[in-house]
C-alpha cells in the first residue's frame, strides 16, 4: 500500500505492507491491521510511527545539529554544501542529500534540516563519521547536547 503526505515543507510517499490498512477519514488517518499476529502488531505500530513523522516532516520539519569540538575543527558554508576542516591534513566537502540542507552556524556548529526523518539523521551520521569524538581528549563532530564520557589516560594507570 502506497501512502502519500503533502504539507508546506513538501511531499513524502512511503510504501507499506500489504498486511496494514491506512484509511483517511475527516483529516485523520487511521492505520488497521488485519490480524492480532505478533508480527502484524508490530507492522501496526510501526506504520503509525512512520506515518506521524512524515505528517509531522511535511508539516514542520525535522533538524539535527552537530558541534565541531577541537582546535582548527571548523565548517564553512560553500552555497548549499559545506567544507569541513576536521585535523586531517585536506577538507571534507559534504553534499546535501536530496530533500535536506546543511547550514553552518558560525564556524562550529553544523545543522540539517529536511522533511524526512530518516534521511536528516542519515545525513547527520554521514557527517559525523568523518571524524567521531575521541573517547580521550573529547575532540571530533558530535551531535549537539551529546554526552562524551572520557577515558582515563596513561598517566591514571601508571598512578
Not at 39 to 55: D, K, P, Y
Not at 59 to 83: C, P
Request: hydrophobic share 35%; net charge positive; glycine share 12%.
Amino acid at each position: 500500500m502506497n501512502v502519500s503526505v503533502k504539507g508546506p515543507r513538501g511531499e513524502l510517499a512511503k510504501k507499506f505492507s500489504p498486511r496494514i490498512q491506512v484509511v483517511q477519514e475527516d483529516q485523520i488517518l487511521y492505520v488497521r491491521r488485519e490480524s492480532d499476529e505478533d508480527q502484524v502488531r508490530a507492522l501496526h505500530g510501526l506504520t503509525r510511527s512512520l506515518l506521524a513523522n512524515m505528517v509531522h516532516g511535511v508539516s514542520e520539519g525535522f533538524q539535527r545539529s552537530l558541534d565541531l569540538v577541537g582546535t582548527g575543527y571548523r565548517v564553512q558554508q560553500q552555497g548549499s554544501n559545506l567544507v569541513i576542516s576536521a585535523g586531517f591534513t585536506h577538507t571534507v566537502a559534504v553534499e546535501p542529500m536530496p530533500g535536506n540542507t546543511l547550514e553552518a552556524e558560525g564556524q562550529t556548529r553544523i545543522t540539517v534540516r529536511g522533511a524526512d526523518k530518516e534521511s536528516v539523521g542519515e545525513q547527520a551520521a554521514k557527517i559525523r563519521a568523518i571524524r567521531k569524538p575521541n573517547t580521550y581528549t573529547g575532540k571530533g563532530i558530535r551531535y549537539v547536547g551529546e554526552q562524551v564520557k572520557l577515558k582515563p589516560g596513561k598517566r591514571a594507570a601508571g598512578a
